[in-house]
């Protein structure tokens, strides 16, 4: 198995369509209720794999797609489980008016988390990518982009690998102490399109690189 989608929401969904798409029968899906993710790959018609409970830990690369207050607890739940594995974090650490953060300038969720689980490594990717997004990443012939943070550069370069077939523009954005801006960045995305009426259709692309 390539690697493992933890959840079934919107993020679960998009990131499955791409993966599983260019992976045929070599992602897993968990989800804490089994026939959800039997229903969800079933409704995307797509060739993937709805993981047990035992199993939800069984690749290298673990992408999550919980919400930032539940991943704190579930990473130091999974500890054991996660060691010596890839945990890929999408989370931008929003209150609950989804218009600031709960976390400060010096921090980001992706370096909250590797603090609580030293024996893995933790990727940050996806956190610009809204969920519609995943539909069509292309705005006027331009690609959405994802910038991928690791303090491992052969980590990097796996998430990279992995993330290479999907049609997105996929980035070497550096350590994880970038997602403090990487991060960020969805808040200030969230208020430009909200403006311009297109959230959340909307995405980064850097332009000149
Ligand atoms: N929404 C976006 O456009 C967007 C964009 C970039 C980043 N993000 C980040 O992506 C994350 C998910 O966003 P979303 O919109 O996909 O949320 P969502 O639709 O609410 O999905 C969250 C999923 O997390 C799983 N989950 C919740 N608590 C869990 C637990 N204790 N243990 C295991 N699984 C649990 C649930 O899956 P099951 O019920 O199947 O277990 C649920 O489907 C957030 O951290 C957000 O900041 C979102």
New binding site residues.
Partial sequence: MKATI???????KGILNVLANAYPGEIGLY???FK?AESLIKECGLDAIALKEKDQFSAGIIIH????R?VLP?VKEHEEELKGKILVD???P?NDNYDDFVIGYDTSSAEEIQQLIPGTTVAGA??N???VVFDNPEYGGIRSDIYVTANDNLCRKKIMELLHPIPFRVFDAGLLKNNRTIERM?LLEKELATKAGNH?RVSFHLWGV
């Avoid at 797609?65 to 930032?68: A, D, F, G, K, P």
């Fill in positions: 933890i959840g079934t929401g919107r993020m679960a989800s804490r209720d959800k797609t919980l919400w930032y539940d579930w999408i989370t931008n929003f996806f956190k990518t809204y969920w969805t959340p």
